[in-house]
């Protein structure tokens, strides 16, 4: 009898678990952006009809078709602009407030 409230307790743990998985995928879906407008709904459907097989499909085959943000494509951009904003300070070009303001703006988005 305890073996099977164990196996009860395992499975119930599994199916949580996959559940939790699904949830995931679904809002992963939901919240991103592809490089087919198309394919986030077929993404959609496919995860939401075929909730294993699909959250698999999708792991392994559809977040490679999302759209990377600019900004993480290439990480080194930041501190080329940052070089780019000090050397129009030392020129004169940009006041001090003007830089220190792009420059946080520049690192909030790090």
Do not use: C
């Not at 499909?57 to 080329?80: A, F, T, V, W």
């Not at 050397?87 to 003007?98: K, R, V």
């Amino acid at each position: 009898m305890e073996i099977l409230l164990g196996l009860n307790l395992f499975l119930l743990f599994i199916l949580v678990g996959m559940f939790a998985i699904w949830i995931w995928a679904m809002i992963d879906i939901i919240t991103s952006k592809f490089k087919e407008d198309l394919m986030q709904v077929v993404w959609l459907l496919v995860v939401f009809f075929l909730p294993f097989i699909g959250v698999l499909l999708y792991l392994l085959l559809g977040r490679n078709m999302k759209l990377i943000p600019q900004d993480e494509q290439n990480p080194s951009h930041k501190y080329d602009h940052l070089t780019k904003l000090k050397s129009l300070l030392d020129e004169g070009i940009l006041t001090p407030e003007e830089y220190e303001a792009e420059k946080a703006k520049l690192l909030n988005r790090l």
